[in-house]
C-alpha cells in the first residue's frame, strides 16, 4: 500500500522557495549594495537610502488594495506577476545609471513585493493547510530567515570575484529559478 504526499506539501515547497528568494534579495541582499553605489556614484548614503524607503511606504500603502483583490482572482497570477516584476526589477538594477532610476526600480519592487510577498503567500498556505497550519505557517516564515542567511553569502562571493552588476545578475538567476 503506498501513501501519497499531500499535495499542499509540494505547494509549500515551492512556495519557501519564491519566498526565500523574494525576501531574502529585495529586504536583506539589495542594501548591501549602499556602499558601493555611493562609492561608485558619488551619492550620498540618504539619496541611496531614499529607494528604500520609499519601497517600505508604497508596500504598506498599496497593500490593501490589492490584498482585497486576493479573494477575487488568482492568487497564483498575482504571484507569478510579482516574481516577474523582481526578475525584471533586478536586470534593471543591475544596469541602473541615476538615482531616480534606483527609486523607480524600488517602486517596481515594492509592487512586486505586495504581489507576491507575505500576505498572497499566507493566503495560500492557509487555503491549503486546514491541518498542520501552523506548522506550514512557520515553514513558510522560516523562508525569510533563510534568505537573509542565503542570499548576502552569494553576494559576498560573487563580488570578490566579479562587480557588484554581477552579483545582481547572478540575484536575477537565481529569483528566476527559485
Known amino acids: 500500500m503506498t ?52 519601497f517600505f511606504l508604497t508596500g504598506a500603502l498599496i497593500t490593501p488594495f490589492i490584498s482585497s483583490l486576493y479573494d477575487r482572482y488568482s492568487v497564483r497570477k ?18 541602473m545609471q541615476s538615482v531616480t532610476h534606483m527609486v523607480i526600480i524600488y517602486l517596481g519592487l515594492a509592487l512586486a513585493q505586495v504581489c507576491s510577498g507575505q500576505v498572497p503567500t499566507m493566503v495560500v498556505v492557509t487555503r491549503w493547510f486546514k491541518r498542520k497550519r501552523g506548522i506550514a505557517v ?35 538567476m537565481l529569483s528566476g529559478v527559485m
Do not use: H, K, N
Request: glycine fraction near 10%.
Open 78 to 95: 498575482f504571484m507569478v506577476a510579482g516574481a516577474l516584476l523582481t526578475i525584471i526589477g533586478l536586470g534593471c538594477y543591475s544596469v
Open 3 to 54: 501513501s501519497r504526499i499531500f499535495r499542499g506539501w509540494w505547494v509549500l515547497l515551492g512556495i519557501f522557495l519564491s519566498y526565500t528568494a523574494l525576501v531574502g534579495i529585495q529586504v536583506y541582499t539589495l542594501p548591501l549594495f549602499y556602499p558601493v553605489l555611493i562609492r561608485d556614484y558619488g551619492w550620498s548614503s540618504e539619496e541611496v537610502t531614499r529607494a528604500a524607503t520609499i
Open 138 to 172: 512557520g515553514i513558510t516564515l522560516l523562508a525569510t530567515s533563510v534568505g537573509g542567511a542565503v542570499f548576502p553569502l552569494v553576494v559576498r562571493e560573487v563580488m570578490a570575484d566579479g562587480s557588484w552588476r554581477d552579483a545582481v545578475q547572478v540575484l536575477m
